[in-house]
């Protein structure tokens, strides 16, 4: 089993950067896909990134500000994310996936990240 743990989570002010990763636990991130979700108090789990391979995709609210990546060597996936803003408030969460599928098996159990205006 591959059990992410992310790590990188913070209070900052809004404008600034912040970078979460996330490295598995108990397994390795190879033949899988990664992505980044997030849940701000009350609202629904979103979808932020996904890196699969190569292939990146975000969401409209985040591309252009927010980069995943991927080390292949130290087996970890980071989410570097600037020009934060208020709205970015949420616990962001990592999650795991067979990469030949859309569905995730392995979820983390989450950073806080606190933006401040």
């Known amino acids: 089993q591959v059990q992410p743990v992310e790590s990188g989570g913070g209070l900052v002010q809004a404008g600034t950067s912040l970078r979460l990763s996330c490295a598995p636990s108990?397994?390795?991130?190879?033949?899988?896909?990664v992505g980044w979700f997030r849940q701000a108090p009350g609202k629904e789990r979103e979808f932020v990134a996904r890196?699969?391979?190569?292939?990146?995709s975000y969401a409209k609210s985040v591309e252009g500000r927010f980069t995943i990546s991927r080390n292949n060597v130290l087996d970890t996936v980071s989410l570097q994310m600037n020009n934060l803003e208020t709205e970015d408030t949420a616990v962001y969460y990592c999650a795991a996936g067979p990469s030949i599928t859309n569905d995730y098996t392995y979820w983390g159990r989450g950073t806080q990240v606190t933006v401040s205006s």
């Open positions: 890196i699969n391979w190569g292939l990146t």
């Open positions: 108990g397994g390795t991130f190879n033949k899988h896909a």
